[in-house]
């Protein structure tokens, strides 16, 4: 069965400084791979996606992640926080090739922002 | 574009009654959507998967006798909470999928808190 680890539960990060949130997955294949965002009492964003290709993806909001096939990794990066990026980020993975299955999603990363 | 409603936001009721939540793609039709269900500081859990005319796949452990799904429309899906007790309170959240192999866009989800 497919999982997601999110080793982090929480993470506390200067304004300005960078940022690197760890994902891992065990599936058979090569999933979909995907980073939310959540912020409290509020849906999620997504903040960029994996499906083939270049390995560095590129996101919104000044995100990047970069697809690691012999990790097994899809870490979240950004070079500078903002006060604003507070959140609670989930890595997600879905059924290669897509297909009409739901994401499994990582218990989810705690960012804190310290002025 | 791309936008999922949910309503209502948030719905209190007492132990034993139903609860019906709406989860609407408004600018898109939605072959596929699902539901999840987050626990406080938890991570998202897929319950169940609809296709709009069919009926719904649940993941396992979950009751489908419980939780009713009704997917009646291409923009339109249904979570219905039967007897509704407190362990059934939760954050429920739905997503909806344009086709095979596309992102899902998560509405802002519902909270529900059952007395």
């Known amino acids: 069965a497919q999982s997601v680890t999110q080793p982090d539960i929480h993470i506390t990060v200067s304004e300005g400084a960078s940022l690197e949130l760890r994902c891992n997955y065990s599936y058979g294949a090569t999933p979909y791979l995907f980073w939310y965002v959540q912020s409290p009492g509020q849906g999620l964003q997504l903040l960029l996606k994996?499906?083939?290709?270049?390995?560095l993806v590129q996101g919104i909001k000044g995100f990047e992640a970069e697809f690691k096939r012999s990790q097994s990794s899809f870490n979240l990066r950004k070079p500078s926080v903002h006060w604003s990026d507070a959140a609670e980020y989930f890595c997600a993975v879905g059924a290669p090739g897509g297909g009409a299955d739901g994401l499994t999603f990582g218990k989810g990363t705690h960012l804190i922002i310290q002025p | 574009g791309a936008v999922v409603s949910q309503h209502p936001s948030r719905v209190i009721c007492k132990s034993g009654t139903s609860v019906k939540i709406e989860c609407r793609s408004l600018?898109?039709?939605?072959?596929?959507m699902f539901w999840y269900r987050q626990f406080p500081k938890q991570s998202l859990m897929l319950m169940a998967t609809s296709n709009e005319g069919s009926k719904a796949t649940y993941e396992q452990g979950v009751e489908k006798d419980k939780f009713l799904i009704n997917h009646a429309s291409l923009t339109l899906s249904t979570l219905t909470v039967t007897s509704a007790h407190p362990e059934d309170s939760s954050f429920y959240i739905c997503?909806?999928?344009?086709?095979?192999?596309?992102?899902?866009?998560f509405g802002p989800g519902t909270r529900l808190t059952v007395l």
């Open positions: 600018d898109f039709q939605a072959t596929t």
């Open positions: 994996y499906f083939s290709g270049d390995t």
């Open positions: 997503s909806a999928q344009t086709g095979i192999g596309n992102e899902q866009f």
